[in-house]
């Protein structure tokens, strides 16, 4: 972790919110608890759903978008690495992925209701948002055209 | 970073490994560079190359079973981890990808003079590598059978 994640205590935290460090001591078990709660804040912000365009294809390009351009802003960054280094044991639900797969299983049933072929939720989220994620965690370019053709890829697939 | 990962200093490798710390910092600029060329020495190990079993299908499943093993083991992980903690700017080529990138623009040649329709060396590194990190750095579960059905949609790409 670079220099400034190290000096992510509870005592600084509750300094810079004014709070008391026992309060936040209380509510989480260690930092990493409370950042990935921001993390997961953060990205669910403003009730965010899938869109909703009339067409599966159109549909992923515009989320893959959103989601390349969010996690690739540097607060975004700091707080997926901030993930990373706190997952010191292997975890069955990643609240990120869950939140992702929920959007990817909404659009995939729409897809189905409108009879298109559709990939299945888990290969969009193994072929759009892991390759997208891992761009991003391991600072590597993260474009709109790669984030296009991640959805072109997951679609042909199923063709 | 974890508690263990942050006491990685020059001093402390310099004297687990008998050597003066001087002669650490006129090699390496600082600990991550040094912590990225173990891990690619880990890596490539061997002379590691890419399964030739005569069938993209069986090449990129040995393949990504093999990477899958590797990059589980605890050692690796924390190798991972240290280099998303490093990599502070954006990287155009990272070693570890160059390597994979390598291996598989290999088996994707070979294939393609047997005649066979083969994904691009690229899709086989979004598709198959991006997810199989992207699971180890986030402490998501990686088994063999993941990796096999990674192969298996990228293989469904160019079908």
Chains 1, 2 share one sequence.
Not at 27 to 38: I, P, Q, S, T
């Amino acid at each position: 972790m670079g220099e400034g994640a190290d000096k992510i205590t509870f005592p600084v935290i509750a300094e810079r919110a004014g709070v008391n460090p026992t309060t936040l001591y209380r509510r989480w078990d260690n930092v990493n608890a409370l950042l990935e709660e921001v993390a997961v804040a953060a990205l669910t912000r403003d009730g965010e759903s899938a869109p909703d365009t009339g067409s599966l294809e159109q549909d992923l390009t515009e989320w893959a978008d959103i989601i390349a351009r969010d996690i690739t802003r540097p607060e975004r960054v700091r707080y997926l690495r901030a993930m990373v280094a706190a997952r010191a044991e292997t975890v069955s639900n990643c609240p990120v992925t869950e939140t992702r797969r929920d959007q990817a299983s909404e659009m995939v049933r729409r897809a189905r209701e409108r009879g298109e072929t559709a990939p299945t939720a888990s290969q969009i989220l193994d072929h759009v948002i892991a390759p997208l994620y891992y761009h991003v965690v391991f600072a590597l370019q993260v474009d709109p055209e790669y984030a296009r053709r991640l959805v072109r890829d997951v679609l042909a697939m199923v063709r």
